[in-house]
């Protein structure tokens, strides 16, 4: 468990510190803004405890000596504030990288450019709020789900919807697309993940059923060891990509399972320490989940009774994972 260093704006040229560090007092400081150097970096000085480092136009690097941890704090490279009037609660961007799709408390679902966040369609349908929209790797067609329980699927050309799935008993928390698309999935507060199928707009069956709300889901290619079981009765030919996929679900009773797409069959169970928020896949072996209580566990599919690691910066809720580069990006309720 490794010491966290937040940074708060205070007001301008000034900002708070703080360096918590599991089981012990947390330090708390100010940095403070002197000038500005010839060159438009500024000089900051950092109160007794803390060290500031190497400081550029769009990024601070602050140290804690105490704790032997150092954090590089980064601006927004670009701001769009024109396009939600509230909360985010849910955005994708595109595979080409043109367009963004977004969700908010404001009850909007809107696609919009992401060079310049200029708002190009405005996704209307859904009763209530939307929890969660993504785009199909063809990068012209939007997932997306609602408390309304119902799946849609959207032209981002045209804005029209062109399917809804209904089934779920429960408001929809998250979605998957399987392989180019032809089949989705989706997890709902009623303790479901379904597979439907897009062509006939129908589900093709309920590969769970968990009894506790499902928050978080990720399909991904399982390890060629890992056993996922025989499908009860032959799939129906409408099941395109399902074969040798595994499903993770993250769920509200503090479990995290895995389960096979095509045999419905469960992989693993793995027991956290609270609700599990989020979860994804880093590699055909290797997942992340995150949980109320702020840890991130990283497990081997292979052998799920222990953790590779468990990762815990603070304890505000794990609410999304995003495989980047050799590592992942975390967002964090706090």
């Given at each position: 468990?490794?010491?966290?260093?937040?940074?708060?704006?205070?007001?301008?040229?000034?900002?708070?510190?703080?360096?918590?560090?599991p089981?012990?007092?947390?330090?708390?400081?100010?940095?403070?803004?002197?000038?500005?150097?010839?060159?438009g970096?500024?000089?900051i000085?950092?109160?007794?405890?803390?060290?500031?480092?190497?400081?550029?136009?769009?990024?601070?690097?602050?140290?804690?000596?105490?704790?032997?941890?150092?954090?590089?704090?980064?601006?927004?490279?670009?701001?769009?504030?024109?396009?939600?009037?509230k909360?985010?609660?849910?955005?994708?961007i595109?595979?080409?990288?043109?367009?963004?799709?977004?969700?908010?408390t404001?009850?909007?679902?809107k696609i919009?450019?992401?060079?310049?966040?200029?708002?190009?369609?405005?996704?209307?349908?859904?009763?209530?709020?939307?929890?969660?929209?993504?785009?199909?790797?063809?990068?012209?067609?939007?997932?997306?789900?609602?408390?309304?329980?119902?799946?849609?699927?959207?032209?981002?050309?045209?804005a029209s919807c062109?399917?809804?799935?209904?089934?779920?008993?429960?408001?929809?928390?998250?979605?998957?697309?399987?392989?180019?698309?032809?089949?989705?999935?989706?997890?709902?507060r009623?303790?479901?993940?379904?597979?439907?199928?897009?062509?006939?707009?129908?589900c093709l069956?309920?590969?769970?059923?968990?009894?506790?709300?499902?928050n978080?889901?990720?399909v991904?290619?399982?390890?060629?060891?890992?056993?996922?079981?025989?499908?009860?009765?032959?799939?129906s030919?409408?099941?395109?990509?399902?074969?040798?996929?595994?499903?993770?679900?993250?769920?509200?009773?503090?479990?995290?399972?895995?389960?096979?797409?095509?045999?419905?069959?469960?992989?693993?169970?793995?027991v956290?320490?609270?609700?599990f928020?989020?979860?994804t896949?880093?590699?055909?072996?290797?997942?992340?989940?995150?949980?109320?209580?702020?840890n991130i566990?990283?497990?081997?599919v292979?052998?799920?009774?222990t953790?590779?690691?468990v990762?815990?910066?603070?304890?505000?809720?794990?609410?999304?994972?995003?495989p980047?580069?050799?590592?992942?990006?975390?967002s964090?309720?706090?």
């Amino acid at each position: 468990l490794s010491p966290a260093l937040s940074l708060r704006r205070r007001d301008e040229g000034e900002a708070w510190l703080s360096c918590r560090s599991p089981g012990k007092p947390t330090l708390y400081g100010s940095l403070t803004r002197r000038g500005l150097s010839t060159e438009g970096v500024p000089d900051i000085a950092a109160s007794e405890g803390f060290v500031v480092g190497e400081v550029t136009k769009k990024s601070i690097v602050i140290s804690c000596p105490r704790e032997n941890v150092s954090t590089k704090f980064l601006a927004p490279y670009t701001t769009f504030c024109g396009i939600h009037q509230k909360s985010i609660t849910c955005l994708d961007i595109s595979s080409g990288g043109g367009l963004g799709v977004s969700t908010s408390t404001d009850g909007t679902m809107k696609i919009w450019q992401a060079a310049n966040g200029e708002i190009r369609r405005l996704l209307e349908g859904h009763v209530y709020d939307v929890n969660c929209c993504r785009f199909f790797p063809s990068g012209l067609v939007v997932l997306s789900g609602g408390m309304d329980a119902q799946l849609k699927v959207w032209s981002a050309e045209d804005a029209s919807c062109v399917v809804t799935f209904k089934g779920h008993k429960g408001g929809i928390l998250d979605t998957a697309i399987v392989d180019r698309g032809r089949n989705v999935l989706s997890c709902s507060r009623d303790g479901t993940a379904r597979l439907w199928d897009c062509g006939k707009s129908a589900c093709l069956g309920v590969i769970a059923d968990c009894g506790s709300p499902v928050n978080g889901i990720a399909v991904g290619t399982a390890d060629n060891s890992l056993n996922l079981g025989t499908p009860e009765k032959p799939p129906s030919d409408r099941e395109i990509g399902t074969e040798g996929k595994i499903l993770l679900l993250a769920r509200e009773d503090k479990k995290l399972q895995g389960v096979g797409v095509q045999s419905r069959q469960p992989v693993f169970l793995f027991v956290g320490s609270d609700a599990f928020n989020c979860c994804t896949f880093l590699s055909s072996t290797y997942l992340l989940a995150g949980t109320q209580d702020g840890n991130i566990y990283q497990l081997d599919v292979r052998n799920t009774n222990t953790p590779i690691q468990v990762i815990h910066r603070s304890g505000a809720p794990v609410l999304s994972l995003l495989p980047y580069r050799d590592g992942f990006v975390a967002s964090q309720g706090n």
